[in-house]
């Protein structure tokens, strides 16, 4: 392990200043000052402030301190410190191109009003394409609508990150469809990251029309998640779906079934079962989903053992892949999973916080009543994806009595979603 990340977790707020404020010609192999400018986000005093902005001042051409500079700008823009916004304006014309990706972000999270600083950032699509994508997005965010033409050639761009966000951002600042399919075909691109991209352009444009669309794209579920609440929020406030409509692409997002995603990969020929399990660790979910349903449909029989095997061994650390590895045991129905699905839903390690939801599906699917009593009692969890998992898999168990505790919850949709199984 490198000891320079240790002293993120015990370095006081004198000793990340200290660091901060230490020449550049006089620093050690271990001073890693990006780590103290980023620290400072826990210590929100004018001291730490100050120092953030001396580092964003501090123009020397090194390596080390670009990146500090970067952190710096980045955490004060967090912070949204609005009497740093003079510094951090200089940094739009430097010549490092993370350093206005930054400053950009920075401007939006601390909010302006500045037309002229608007129009500064506006600019910068004419001279700085490497970083459009970023510019066009927080155009949007401050409503500048004088920008829509400068936006609107990036709409026909090649680069589908790219033009996700001019088409969104048209949308939202103009009202523009005419090339909506364009962009909302992007949830089905071979690219993760494009998938990723539009769905969060959705979410920044308050598209609801893409919720049916987000909740079969093939990535992370926790992202559909929120994509699926921002915009139910926002749809529900302004009355363009009905609660109903949001539960029944909530139902289908939660369950998290391959066979309700349109995926985006596809086998040349059937893969080997060893292959399969491999894929389950893929960073594109994409392709986990896919070996998910190829498990499902043709490796019901030899199946189980490799995902135990699997789920004792790397997926017990990785938790994208547990979280896998216990949904398709559900989807299985492997019986002699049961304790393992128990253990699982009971869980409280944070990192294992999706794995707990997996395993309440997974027991539904077994249908075994004694689960009954287990998905009960995590009800009143208070994490929301939990809850709602408990409530589909006691659904399907056919008790109604655990879903009559949320007939008072303070959540519109937990507790809409409980008189619908109740009524």
């Not at 075909?185 to 969060?200: A, M």
């Not at 590895?325 to 393992?340: E, F, I, M, N």
Request: proline share 4%.
């Amino acid at each position: 392990m490198d000891n320079r990340f240790l002293r993120l977790f015990d370095m006081s707020e004198e000793q990340a200043i200290a660091l901060l404020d230490k020449p550049v010609d006089e620093l050690e192999e271990d001073d890693v000052r990006y780590v103290a400018a980023a620290h400072l986000i826990n210590f929100p005093t004018e001291r730490s402030i100050a120092a953030l902005i001396r580092a964003v001042e501090n123009t020397h051409p090194s390596l080390n301190n670009r990146i500090t500079r970067r952190k710096a700008v980045e955490t004060l823009g967090k912070l949204k410190v609005e009497r740093a916004m003079l510094s951090i304006k200089q940094c739009l014309q430097d010549s490092d191109r993370f350093t206005v990706e930054n400053a950009v972000n920075a401007i939006a999270d601390i909010g302006t009003s500045d037309t002229q600083l608007m129009e500064d950032i506006a600019d910068l699509l004419v001279v700085e394409d490497k970083v459009s994508r970023t510019i066009i997005r927080v155009l949007s965010k401050l409503d500048y609508k004088p920008a829509i033409d400068r936006i609107r050639p990036y709409a026909d761009s090649l680069e589908e990150p790219l033009y996700s966000a001019a088409i969104s951002a048209l949308y939202k600042l103009n009202g523009e469809t005419e090339r909506v399919d364009r962009w909302l075909s992007l949830f089905q691109s071979p690219s993760v990251n494009s998938r990723r991209c539009s769905i969060q352009d959705a979410i920044d444009s308050n598209y609801v029309a893409a919720i049916p669309a987000i909740a079969r794209c093939p990535v992370s579920v926790v992202f559909r998640m929120r994509a699926l609440r921002l915009l139910g929020a926002h749809g529900l406030e302004s009355e363009q779906l009905t609660v109903n409509e949001l539960l029944t692409h909530l139902d289908l997002v939660v369950r998290d079934h391959p066979r309700n995603l349109e995926l985006v990969h596809a086998y040349d020929q059937p893969p080997a079962l060893d292959f399969l399990m491999r894929e389950l660790f893929n960073t594109d979910f994409g392709r986990s989903y896919l070996a998910i349903q190829t498990v499902v449909e043709h490796h019901v029989e030899d199946a189980p053992a490799a995902l135990l095997e699997t789920y004792q061994g790397e997926a017990s650390s990785d938790y994208g892949a547990n979280y896998h590895v216990l949904k398709t045991l559900g989807w299985l129905q492997h019986a002699p999973a049961y304790d393992k699905f128990i253990e699982a839903l009971h869980q409280t390690l944070p990192q294992y916080q999706k794995s707990r939801t997996a395993a309440a599906i997974a027991l539904g699917e077994l249908g075994d009543s004694r689960a009954i009593p287990d998905l009960k009692s995590v009800l009143d969890s208070n994490i929301w994806e939990l809850q709602y998992g408990a409530l589909l898999a006691l659904e399907t168990l056919g008790d109604t009595e655990g879903a009559r505790t949320l007939f008072d919850a303070d959540d519109v949709l937990l507790r809409s979603r409980a008189q619908q199984i109740v009524n």
